[in-house]
């Protein structure tokens, strides 16, 4: 059943990217799509974010903000005189609530589009998340920001 | 109608550029790689985004539009996995971060 939809999502978005809804055009895209999904049959889990439309959307909208506010951040900080000093970073290991690798790879990719922060690998017992910072004055706030930002708002999608 | 839309393209096309200079800027000016790829991932994302945005009211047609949305969405999916092995590489090779770096709670050791 879901292997359905994929195929119908992919067919669609086949003939959306090359720009022509004929006939012909989407039985290609369906055909592309049934052979791609059974390369990864394998890897296809439950789509859960497709129940939690709502909540899905909030993470995406807090995602555009941030990144804008990163984007701007960063930018301010690069092109300031004083960049040496305003520069303090340190690599945090931040502990993780998440576990599974969905939610692992989507926080540390959120992350590393968020201000001043940038995911450089997660612990092999998937525990520990290393993150590098542009400027740290505390340490232990901006393990709290994540958790309560970011990380809360995935479980929420993930539960 | 049409003008406007000109404007808002023109704008984010602008705005879009001004992100990507200073990316290049942050390139250089920050001390290691560590610090680079913060400049160059979140303001070089945020360019593409805004460019293609500008291309998406520019040509106010559904299949380009849904093209750019795609585009940029690839952008944000590719963007922090790439800088993500390039910040991974450069400490499993041994390349230390820059010593005004503090603290460092990494081990090369815990991520091998």
Do not use: C
């Amino acid at each position: 059943m879901i292997f359905v939809l994929a195929a119908l999502v992919l067919a669609l978005m086949w003939a959306a990217v090359t720009g022509a809804f004929t006939f012909g055009n989407l039985v290609l895209g369906g055909a592309v799509g049934v052979i791609a999904l059974l390369l990864m049959r394998e890897r296809i889990v439950r789509p859960t974010l497709f129940v939690k439309f709502g909540k899905a959307f909030s993470l995406a909208g807090l995602f555009l903000f941030e990144l804008s506010r990163s984007a701007v951040t960063v930018a301010l900080l690069v092109l300031s005189p004083d960049l040496s000093k305003r520069l303090k970073p340190a690599i945090i290991a931040f502990p993780l609530r998440v576990r599974t690798d969905a939610e692992i790879t989507l926080l540390a990719n959120l992350i590393t589009l968020t201000p001043g922060t940038l995911s450089v690998d997660v612990s092999n017992d998937r525990r520990v998340l290393y993150v590098h910072a542009l400027s740290v004055p505390d340490r232990d706030k901006l393990i709290a920001d994540i958790a309560g930002g970011f990380e809360a708002k995935i479980m929420e999608v993930f539960e | 109608m049409v003008d406007v839309l000109q404007y808002v393209a023109g704008i984010a096309m602008l705005l879009g550029g001004g992100f990507a200079l200073t990316a290049a800027i942050g390139l250089i000016r920050l001390p290691d790689l560590y610090t680079r790829m913060h400049a160059a991932s979140k303001a070089g994302a945020m360019a593409t985004g805004l460019m293609f945005l500008s291309i998406a009211v520019v040509a106010f047609d559904g299949s380009v539009i849904l093209r750019a949305a795609i585009g940029f969405v690839f952008v944000l999916l590719t963007t922090p996995v790439s800088a993500h092995l390039l910040a991974r590489a450069s400490f499993l090779t041994g390349y230390r971060p820059a010593d005004i770096t503090k603290p460092i709670e990494l081990d090369a050791k815990d991520i091998e």
